[in-house]
């Protein structure tokens, strides 16, 4: 597979890999759905925290995690332990999906995940930075799974996001072509899973779906910098939509002094949605803004570093108005609520 790939175009290569796997993951998800398997694995039943009305099957993970994991050990074998890792938590949260584990069981999960990888492939730094770099990636894990919560949201991310990785792992001045198609292989399988996931939603992620993508976001990130592919800040970037809205949404919590861990809809996402601009119209402006910053990201490679620093900081700036104009119309909405 390898061989015939290296005689294509690298932009046919890619396309190829990313068509077989939306096609190969669309194919599971619609076997799941038509033979009713879907509804036995894990259903969504809402509850006063949800943002759709209908119980849902959550097996995403079921198209997502198999392709991306198999594509990657053929196109990308020394990658193979984000996949290993991205299978082991697969089935860990699935387990959650179907019967519920405690936190702690959980969470030993993602640690033992994220504490092998840069254990077993540690980067040439100090180890508090990669102490450090572990906690963030442990926090990417949980946060993207705190983000899957709207339609077409979280597969959104992965397929602009992974998609991100791939041009920027093709295009640094050290590639990585390995790096490249395991990207593309997450990217295609999540934009299959979309076929099922925009709104109005037939099928959602589940743990199983975005505690892996959270986890292979942060490894194949870590990865990439380890190798020189791309600077430290890049990842973060790429991702940056969903990092922001999450850390401020825990942020806002802790110092209210609430239990950060229990289900709420405090979310930037979830208050568009609850004020009215819906699934659809909140899944475009977040595809809006991930593709902008992921364009900017890689426009930063290669430039010098009080450049790629310097547009890191104006996206913030970006995103922090962002959220102050989202929280402008929530007030606006809760002061028509108390009026009525």
């Known amino acids: 597979m390898l061989t015939y790939l290296a005689t294509l175009p690298t932009w046919a290569a890619a396309a190829l890999i990313a068509l077989a796997s939306a096609c190969a993951c669309g194919a599971i998800l619609w076997t799941l759905l038509r033979t009713g398997l879907a509804w036995r694995l894990a259903t969504d039943v809402p509850n006063d925290r949800s943002l759709h009305n209908a119980p849902t099957p959550r097996v995403g993970g079921w198209g997502v995690v198999p392709v991306g994991v198999i594509a990657t050990l053929l196109l990308a074998p020394g990658l193979w332990f984000s996949a290993l890792g991205t299978a082991f938590l697969a089935a860990v949260s699935q387990l959650d999906d179907r019967r519920g584990l405690p936190a702690r069981v959980r969470f030993a999960a993602h640690v033992l995940a994220v504490v092998g990888l840069v254990s077993l492939f540690a980067a040439n730094a100090p180890w508090w930075v990669l102490a450090i770099l572990a906690?963030?990636?442990?926090?990417?894990?949980?946060?993207?799974?705190?983000?899957d919560g709207a339609d077409g949201l979280a597969g959104g991310m992965a397929l602009f996001g992974f998609s991100g990785y791939a041009v920027a792992a093709l295009l640094s001045s050290h590639p990585s072509p390995e790096l490249a198609w395991s990207s593309v292989a997450v990217s295609g399988a999540a934009l299959g899973f979309l076929f099922f996931n925009v709104h109005p939603a037939r099928i959602f992620l589940g743990d199983a779906g975005s505690i892996s993508l959270g986890f292979w976001a942060g490894a194949l990130g870590y990865w990439g910098w380890r190798g020189g592919v791309w600077p430290i800040w890049f990842p973060a970037m790429v991702f940056a939509p969903?990092?922001?809205?999450?850390?401020?949404?825990?942020?806002?919590?802790?110092?209210?002094?609430?239990?950060?861990?229990?289900?709420?809809?405090?979310?930037?996402?979830?208050r568009m949605v609850r004020s009215g601009v819906g699934h659809a119209r909140t899944a475009l402006v977040w595809y809006v803004f991930m593709a902008t910053g992921i364009m900017l990201a890689v426009f930063a490679?290669?430039?010098?570093?009080?450049?790629?620093?310097?547009?890191?900081?104006?996206?913030?700036?970006?995103?922090?108005?962002?959220?102050?104009v989202i929280d402008m119309r929530w007030r606006r909405f809760q002061s028509t609520l108390s009026d009525e």
Request: proline share 2%.
């Open 135 to 147: 906690f963030l990636m442990l926090w990417l894990v949980n946060l993207y799974n705190f983000m």
């Open 242 to 270: 969903f990092i922001a809205d999450a850390s401020v949404t825990l942020a806002r919590r802790l110092l209210r002094g609430e239990r950060f861990w229990q289900p709420h809809r405090e979310h930037y996402y979830q």
């Open 301 to 324: 490679l290669g430039r010098d570093a009080i450049v790629q620093w310097c547009i890191l900081a104006g996206w913030v700036v970006v995103l922090f108005l962002a959220g102050v």
